[in-house]
């Protein structure tokens, strides 16, 4: 299973930026998929998920209201959807799948979203 991420960019506080995470050589309905984020000398924190049949999605209290996460299993991919973006929202986001029987975890490169204030 491999996970390409995109989208990643620099942008002024209060932009927006949509990431997408392509999934290949699985199908994503049978993965829970999450985003997470790692600022520089920071650990990696998890910033939205979105269970397998897209039913429930869940969000770190700092992006909640401001991040939208979505995914199209016809079309296995994971979106990112982020608005009003903050100077602290700089980092490399990674997108991360769980299959939701075997719990194996998958993760993409990461890509670097930079916001300036």
């Known amino acids: 299973v491999q996970l390409q991420a995109s989208g990643g960019g620099l942008v002024q506080a209060g932009g927006s930026l949509r990431l997408s995470c392509a999934v290949s050589?699985?199908?994503?309905?049978?993965?829970?998929m999450a985003w997470y984020r790692q600022a520089p000398g920071k650990q990696r924190d998890l910033v939205a998920t979105s269970s397998s049949d897209a039913v429930t999605t869940s969000y770190a209290d700092s992006v909640k209201a401001r991040f939208t996460i979505s995914r199209d299993n016809a079309k296995n991919t994971v979106s990112l959807e982020m608005n009003n973006l903050k100077p602290e929202d700089t980092a490399v986001y990674y997108c991360?799948?769980?299959?939701?029987?075997?719990?194996?975890?998958?993760w993409g490169q990461g890509t670097l979203v930079t916001v300036s204030s």
């Open positions: 991360n799948a769980r299959h939701i029987i075997t719990r194996r975890e998958y």
């Open positions: 050589g699985s199908i994503v309905g049978l993965y829970n």
